[in-house]
């Protein structure tokens, strides 16, 4: 049994630059002395790039085989990183008959900021500007965790673009 099930996805698996934000959130989990764990080889797609494009039966297929692997596991709540697999593991899967807590991991991180069982104490960027990804923040209502996490970095500003929150641009 662990708290959280780190959920991966194909872009935090595969490609080289989301590996490395995928290391840098197993990096804070331990951090934070979070017990967590991630599926391996049994995390597939979550199946909403095959819905998106019309393919029902290969999101289906995904979905009832990623639940199968999820269902043999005890833990808490799933963190992902994607706001795509946030959005279809939180608000699809359920109608599949899973239902677990699901957040996004700005959400974990800023949480942890704020209980201080994690620390930013080195300076990124003198400004920083944010995008607020559609499946984030306009599908999942997630606008405020990425600035606060911006906030608590030290000397830095953050620039809001012309249309953010609510009036985003979309990816």
Known sequence: HVDVLLWVGCSGAFHPRNQETSRAMVKILHAAGIRFAILGKEELCCGDPARRLGDEVLFRKLARANIKA???YQFNKIVTL???CLNTLKNEYPELGYQKEVIHATELVDKLIR???ITLNYQVADRMTLHDACYLG???QVYQPPRNICQAVPENEIKETDRNREDG???
């Open 70 to 72: 999820l269902k043999g």
């Open 82 to 84: 994607c706001p795509h």
């Open 115 to 117: 209980k201080e069982r």
């Open 138 to 140: 306009r599908y999942n």
């Open 169 to 171: 641009f979309c990816c």
